[in-house]
């Protein structure tokens, strides 16, 4: 029999709101000179906001370029008919470099023998192929080390059927040191006046994340790279722009009981009621990705009312004294999201849970259907 249920049959699903992701795309745009090339990165499933239907969106409000991890994210894009440029921002191995050009993906390159290894690839299919250097200027992730880069940038100007299109660096303290990123830019500046002056002159020269083009507006060069942000999630708070949360994590109550005093809840018997009271169930848990550690401490929303999560989430499950409250079988209750006056942010859970909103909404389980608005 199929599934009339859109969600399925458990009630417990994201909400995907791609007004608020176009809202949040022209917030920034509206930080940029026009000329500036905007890629937006869309890895590991849009940050868990759904990789397609947000790359379709973002292609609609004429972004100008997606970021992925890997060749297998950009192959489901170009599967799901998306056209417009895709760089791999993660490495692949040299054995796996032929679904760039079947797919017609941008790699990034750190090294000389990947980009022969592209040369070489390329020549045989009569082809040439665009890539984009990664420098190092302090983050100690991949990227070739500032102080090889322009011998490395020339070494691969001369590979014929290499078109290097891009060049880009990532800040490792754009959130917290002014001084630091401020060094990084100026050590990418000069590589690329060098390259400049040797008359290399590449279209995409880009370094901002999302934190990186609100606090330093040196840094957006040709192109910036933003991803929270365009979610609707703030790096940091006090940034003075305005963005709108894309995503809502809801489910319904399922169960409710009465129970006596003294009672104890779930898993290791962590809470115990303090008076006669009623405990709703919910059929979400750490299972979905909610995190475990928020047990008995993140808040969520039911009737408009903010009430506290009672003893240990479970994989499946978990429990809330809401007292004299009488919900019914069936109500609303919002993980995050906003429910009547009343608001519960992917950033406070990830304060409470002591990790980075990233986590929490990537971290979301692909059993969680999305649904889009
Ligand atoms: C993920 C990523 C970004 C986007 O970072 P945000 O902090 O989400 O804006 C930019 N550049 C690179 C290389 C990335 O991997």
Not at 173 to 193: C, P
Not at 219 to 229: D, I, N
Not at 285 to 296: I, T
Request: a positive charge.
């Amino acid at each position: 029999m199929p599934n009339k249920n859109a969600i399925g049959y458990r009630p417990t699903w994201a909400e995907v709101n791609l007004d608020h992701l176009e809202h949040n795309f022209k917030e920034v745009k509206s930080l940029l000179r026009p000329q500036i090339e905007v890629l937006v990165t869309v890895k590991a499933d849009a940050y868990g906001h759904g990789l397609v239907a947000v790359a379709k969106r973002l292609v609609a409000c004429g972004v100008d370029y997606l970021g992925v991890a890997s060749i297998d994210e950009g192959i489901e894009l170009r599967k799901a008919g998306i056209k417009i440029p895709i760089l791999v921002l993660g490495l692949m191995l040299k054995k796996d470099i032929q679904p760039l050009f079947t797919f017609q993906l941008i790699p990034t390159i750190c090294d000389k023998k990947m980009a022969v290894a592209l040369n070489t690839l390329a020549v045989e299919l009569k082809q040439r192929i665009p890539v984009h250097i990664k420098v190092d200027t302090g983050m100690g992730r991949i990227g070739v080390l500032h102080d090889d880069a322009f011998k490395l940038v020339t070494d691969i100007h001369k590979l014929k059927n290499i078109q290097i299109q891009g060049i880009f660096t990532h800040f490792a303290l754009a959130d917290l040191d002014r001084k630091f990123t401020a060094r990084q830019i100026n050590l990418f500046n000069k590589l690329v006046g060098d390259l400049k002056k040797n008359n290399i002159l590449i279209p995409l020269v880009h370094a901002a994340n999302s934190i990186g083009l609100i606090r330093h507006r040196n840094s957006h060069f040709t192109m910036v790279r933003p991803g929270l942000v365009i979610y609707g999630l703030y790096p940091k708070k006090n940034l003075g722009i305005n963005l709108k949360p894309v995503l809502s994590l809801k489910t319904r109550v399922v169960f409710i009981k009465q129970v006596g005093s003294g009672y104890g809840i779930s898993y290791g018997l962590t809470y115990t009621t303090k008076r006669a009271t009623r405990i709703v169930s919910l059929p979400v848990g750490y299972g979905d990705g909610y995190p475990r550690n928020l047990s008995n401490l993140a808040w969520l929303l039911i009737g408009g009312r903010r009430f506290r999560i009672s003893g240990r989430i479970c994989m499946d499950q978990m429990m809330v004294d809401v007292g004299n409250f009488k919900p019914k079988i069936g109500d609303e209750a919002v993980l995050i999201g906003k429910q009547g006056k009343q608001q519960v942010t992917a950033e406070e859970l990830a304060d409470l849970s002591g990790t980075i909103s990233y986590e929490i909404v990537c971290g979301l389980a692909s059993r969680i259907p999305r649904i889009y608005k």
